[in-house]
């Protein structure tokens, strides 16, 4: 009877488990107070550095983001419940295309180890209109761990000095890992820190640098 009754449990568990999406993203449409140029200059700066040298960014991009560190994981509910490291790096400028080998963490422990993140980064427009101008920076991975993702910043002027932004940071996971990231995880451990890099990058269009920021806390 124990038996039976641990594998229900477990059947239910499954089941929760294989519901929760694996796609996850943040979207966001706001209003920066700077020319399209100089907004769109951010969003590509943002990708070459992502793409070439991601620890580069702790030093604008993502300011407000501590740097990895296993010890720092608490609970699956944690901030640093999942993080990434970057090592081998390898980017071609011409065709703006990178390869970026990353070990990911699970509550401190290492569960995947060199994983590879490819990105390519695209600016656009459309055929028969000078805006909006979009920066599309798409990444897979190796593996079944990660399946994809993407980075987008679409800029339409609304002024001289302001610009339209659409914001979206998306994953999709990998079953998984999809099945251990519930919307607690989400929110805690991964979707606040692509609104504190839109942030950042629209404090350096508009101010040059980024400004102090509180940091959010433990429950969002």
């Not at 963490?105 to 290492?110: S, T």
């Not at 990105?119 to 990660?146: D, F, K």
């Not at 987008?152 to 302001?162: H, K, N, T, V, W």
């Not at 508009?206 to 940091?215: A, F, I």
Request: net charge neutral; proline share 6%.
């Amino acid at each position: 009877m124990r038996a039976l009754y641990t594998f229900i449990l477990l059947f239910i568990a499954m089941q929760t488990w294989a519901a929760r999406p694996q796609k996850r993203e943040v979207v966001i449409d706001t209003v920066c107070h700077a020319p399209l140029e100089v907004v769109l200059q951010m969003a590509e700066m943002y990708c070459r550095h992502f793409q070439s040298c991601p620890d580069s960014l702790y030093q604008w991009a993502y300011v407000g983001i501590d740097p990895p560190d296993p010890k720092k994981s608490k609970n699956k509910e944690s901030r640093d419940a999942i993080q990434l490291h970057y090592k081998d790096r390898k980017y071609d400028p011409v065709t703006k295309t990178g390869d970026v080998a990353i070990d990911i963490y699970v509550l401190g422990v290492r569960w995947w180890k060199d994983q590879h993140l490819g990105t390519h980064l695209v600016l656009s427009q459309p055929a028969l209109a000078p805006y909006p101008l979009t920066a599309l920076m798409r990444a897979t991975y190796s593996g079944s761990i990660l399946h994809g993702g993407h980075f987008m910043m679409r800029l339409e002027p609304i002024s001289d000095q302001q610009t339209r932004v659409h914001y979206e940071f998306s994953l999709t996971f990998g079953k998984v890992l999809s099945a251990f990231i519930s919307d607690k995880t989400w929110q805690n451990a991964i979707e606040w820190r692509f609104v504190i890099i839109l942030k950042n990058l629209l404090d350096c269009a508009e101010h040059g640098g980024v400004l102090p920021q509180d940091r959010p806390s433990e429950n969002g």
